[in-house]
């Protein structure tokens, strides 16, 4: 079975670039079935799709967040990278990495089956 999990910092200042790592395991990011996304919420809000990577590498980002977004992948670790630069505290909230098949869009977080358990990301000088 598929696990996911999140790791990076908890605490982010203002301006400054969010890096998050989701770990793979159970299944391959190449794997041409799915793509891997993150999605986020933050508080008082619904779930959030901020991006994903396919299996071929390639990246998409939600628009209003693309200016600012990354999502990069390493192979051999099985692992996929976040990286949202000048955050906000309106970008503070959980962040959550999720598989979705190949066969959906990608854009909306119902359609993702797999996830991990969420990081809390808070921003704050």
């Known amino acids: 079975q598929v696990q996911l999990q999140e790791s990076g910092p908890g605490l982010v200042k203002p301006s400054e670039t969010l890096s998050l790592t989701c770990t793979v395991s159970?299944?391959?990011?190449?794997?041409?079935?799915?793509?891997w996304g993150w999605i986020r919420q933050s508080p008082g809000k619904g779930l959030e799709w901020v991006g994903n990577?396919?299996?071929?590498?390639?990246?998409s980002y939600s628009p209003s967040l693309k200016d600012r977004s990354s999502i990069s992948r390493d192979t051999s670790k099985n692992q996929f990278t976040l990286q949202l630069s000048n955050v906000t505290p309106e970008d503070a909230g959980v962040y959550y990495c999720?598989?979705?098949?190949?066969?959906?869009?990608?854009?909306?977080?119902?359609?993702?089956?797999?996830w991990g358990q969420g990081t809390q990301v808070t921003v704050s000088s």
């Open positions: 999720a598989r979705v098949g190949t066969y959906y869009s990608g854009l909306g977080p119902g359609e993702y089956d797999y």
């Open positions: 159970g299944g391959s990011i190449t794997s041409d079935y799915y793509h």
């Open positions: 990577v396919a299996y071929s590498g390639s990246a």
